[in-house]
């Protein structure tokens, strides 16, 4: 029965390796935003899907300004680009300079609604019945010698208002100019040329990333400054850095992990079937994990490289036999672990899926991968190492596990007993000195890591653009698209006071682009009242001796509004008829911002950082129930196993739950979500320690003392090497790990002795 197994397993493994292999081929996708590790059933179902639909908007957008000292220069180098850009067939549209064609179609959608567009501040004038003021400015546009007359615009618009609310709208790049038909700025004796495009595949898709890497590399000419920003580069370069990551981090700890094992053991036997143990593991694990999410994220990717450490305890398990003499071949090592590993990989798996019940996308990943990884090593050494293994017990052992016999005697030993609470005695002391520094820390903006240069730049590009990015917005909801643009054009004017307090810098609401259909027709009576009494002496006086050709009587509607071109970023804001966003740019004040806006009907702010570090807060105290019910979960098996000894099985991996927290607030270390579930993982793992002491006899101490060695150092080396990563989350859950399997793995042998 068990060959018939072995050989469905070995099918098994080469299905999933050849899955991955096309998944490969075909292209990785990787997610690299810590903010994919938000929940988002939980949030506001209408606010995640707006936020979602800016973010898509976003998501494709890269913008570079190349500076030269020379104006013409700069302007070459953006134009080449742009053109370059086009032809590549890697973006939909790219924006360099002024489109004549864009602008036309734009005036052609609004002319026809004309009088039921207006720009706030001619309709204050028309309210305070100041319609000569309007006159007076028409005269300055049209006679002005930076002026224009366009008759055929007079002959609709003899008042200019169609331009005066052009010219109020909230546009971005409001520092760019056109010359020679290149968007540029000029800023301390730079001329930087604006190149902006939209992408035409996923940011976050390998593929895309190293299509884009190549086409800079050839085409970003090496005389000109470059500033870039984007969502590409910030995916490309936490791609990068995590496949640089888990490549050295799976390097040294899988080099760790083979010097280890040819230390101790002397052979090679050992190396391969550990090889083969943790590759069949991480890529089953892999296979499952891009069946069923589809896409990985680097910080899964990250673990996975960790995974080593931990898949090899039980293949150290089985190793540490070799130097039992009544264990002498494959099958009889075998029969020795396999109840200790079995109830390990039990505890191990109940630790993992708890993460499962954590509503973030990315730590389920790093469950169902861990899961899978962990069983199917287990699979691994109790189907294949006795047909694979025909080595006899090995002769050298005796010194050292003589010597390991000390790591048990100091929790047994009668005499070692002023040493023992010498120990705990310092443990204690550590977690008191670091209880005061103890401190939780869930903002969002600490975990993002992204690269210091990469926002220097985009920080850069805000400013000289003068476009800058919006971590807050309203969230207006309405029954239908009407009534959305009806509470827009009533907190419009908080918007506009606050601003002129300094409480943000900007806003975009789509109302400002498409009035409300009530909101127009007021505006067009208006007109009617107040400058149709003055429009002959204004025709008289310019000239025309026709009356204007009348606006249209149907309003312009939001659903009208092009996808594309200038007002792309408008229709992304009416993710939905009743619900828009509008857009808070440089909020300085937030908290005085919501006093000021507190009681708008139909209006709810919301802030993105704050909102995700207010859940980062919450899933943070609920990882700590998380680690009690996982306990739970693990006291039934425990105490079919071992009865009454049952909390004494728990308490070394208890105290490591206990202690590593404020022991690593001595090392500066925040106490975050990431550390909380850490902290889940410390307790199945070390529990693993203690379930392999009590299933150990006296006579066999030395070798689970070697063996539990070994596999806490190997998980140390994988899972303690995380805390230097560069990603925060990894870094978090890393240091963590390291503190806490440290002391699981000294407090094991507490759980000594031979289950009832």
């Not at 973006?91 to 360099?96: E, F, M, N």
């Not at 429009?535 to 939001?558: F, K, M, R, V, Y």
């Not at 690593?664 to 979500?673: D, I, P, Q, R, Y």
Request: with cysteine; hydrophobic share 55%.
């Amino acid at each position: 029965m068990r060959r018939y197994a072995a050989w469905c397993w070995l099918a098994l493994v080469l299905f999933a390796a050849g899955y991955v292999g096309l998944r490969v081929h075909a292209g990785l996708h990787l997610q690299s935003s810590v903010l994919a590790l938000l929940p988002r059933a939980e949030r506001d179902g209408v606010a995640d899907l707006a936020q979602q639909r800016v973010a898509e908007a976003g998501a494709r957008r890269i913008v570079l300004l190349l500076g030269h000292a020379e104006p013409a220069r700069a302007r070459a180098a953006g134009q080449e680009l742009a053109a370059a850009l086009t032809a590549s067939g890697l973006v939909r549209g790219v924006t360099a300079g002024v489109d004549q064609a864009a602008q036309q179609r734009l005036g052609a959608l609004y002319l026809p609604h004309r009088a039921g567009l207006l720009a706030e501040a001619d309709r204050a004038l028309l309210l305070a019945g100041q319609g000569q003021a309007l006159v007076d400015r028409a005269r300055a546009m049209l006679f002005s010698p930076a002026g224009f007359g366009d008759a055929a615009l007079l002959a609709r618009d003899p008042f200019l208002l169609l331009p005066g609310f052009f010219t109020a709208l909230p546009l971005p790049q409001s520092r760019l100019a056109a010359e020679d038909g290149q968007l540029v700025v000029h800023e301390g004796g730079l001329t930087w040329a604006f190149v902006s495009a939209e992408l035409a595949g996923d940011s976050f898709a390998l593929p895309v990333q190293h299509a884009f890497a190549a086409f800079f590399a050839a085409h970003l000419p090496a005389d000109v400054q470059v500033l870039r920003t984007g969502a590409l580069f910030y995916a490309t370069e936490g791609a990068r850095q995590a496949m640089e990551e888990s490549s050295t981090l799976g390097a040294v700890s899988l080099a760790a992990t083979v010097a280890m094992i040819l230390l101790v053991f002397r052979r090679i036997r050992p190396i391969l079937l550990a090889m083969l143990d943790i590759g069949v593991g991480i890529t089953v694990a892999t296979a499952f994990c891009l069946w069923w999410f589809q896409e990985l994220h680097t910080v899964a990717v990250l673990f996975g490289a960790s995974l080593i450490g931990v898949a090899v305890d039980y293949s150290l398990q089985y190793f540490a036999a070799y130097f039992d003499p009544a264990a002498p071949t494959a099958t009889d090592r075998l029969r020795r672990v396999i109840p200790g590993v079995a109830i390990g990989l039990g505890t191990t798996l109940i630790g993992y899926c708890t993460l499962l019940l954590a509503p973030f996308p990315g730590l389920q990943q790093i469950a169902a991968f861990s899961c899978c990884g962990l069983i199917g090593s287990f699979l691994t050494v109790w189907l294949w190492y006795p047909r694979l293994d025909r080595a006899g017990p090995l002769p050298h052992g005796g010194p050292m596990l003589a010597r390991l016999q000390g790591h048990w005697a100091l929790w047994q030993a009668p005499g070692l007993r002023r040493w023992r609470l010498g120990v705990l005695a310092l443990l204690l002391l550590a977690a008191a000195a670091g209880l005061p520094r103890l401190h939780a820390d869930d903002n969002v903006q600490n975990m993002q890591g992204m690269p210091p240069e990469l926002k220097r730049q985009e920080a850069e590009i805000q400013r000289l653009t003068g476009n800058g990015g919006a971590a807050q917005f309203l969230l207006v909801h309405g029954a239908d698209a009407e009534a959305a643009l009806q509470a827009q054009e009533a907190v419009l004017p908080r918007l506009a006071e606050a601003q002129a307090h300094g409480l943000l810098a900007g806003y975009q609401a789509p109302a400002q682009f498409v009035a409300s259909v009530a909101r127009q027709r007021e505006n067009a009576a208006l007109v009617a009242r107040v400058l149709a009494p003055l429009l002959p002496a204004w025709l008289a006086e310019i000239g025309l001796d026709t009356p204007p050709q009348p606006p249209t009587a149907q309003p312009l509607l939001p659903a009208a509004l092009p996808a594309d071109g200038p007002l792309a970023l408008v229709r992304a804001l009416m993710p939905e008829p009743g619900t828009h966003l509008v857009l808070l740019h440089g909020v300085t004040d937030l908290a005085a911002l919501r006093a000021a806006l507190a009681g708008a009907p139909g209006v709810q702010l919301v802030s993105l950082a704050d909102d995700w570090s207010a859940l980062f807060g919450v899933y943070r105290r609920q990882a700590l129930w998380l680690l009690g019910f996982s306990v739970l979960l693990m006291l039934p098996l425990l105490g079919w196993r071992y009865r009454w000894a049952t909390p004494r099985v728990l308490a070394p991996s208890l105290a490591a739950v206990l202690l590593a927290p404020p022991i690593a607030a001595l090392f500066g270390l925040a106490f975050t979500f990431f550390n909380a579930m850490a902290l889940v993982l410390v307790l199945s793992i070390g529990v693993d320690y203690a379930v392999f002491c009590r299933e150990t006899p006296a006579e066999r101490r030395g070798v689970t003392a070697l063996a539990i060695l070994l596999a806490a150092v190997s998980t140390t080396l994988s899972f303690g090497m995380l805390a230097a990563s560069q990603v925060f989350a990894v870094q978090a859950f890393g240091s963590t790990m390291l503190i806490g399997i440290g002391i699981a793995w000294l407090l094991a042998p507490l759980a000594g002795g031979r289950p009832t």
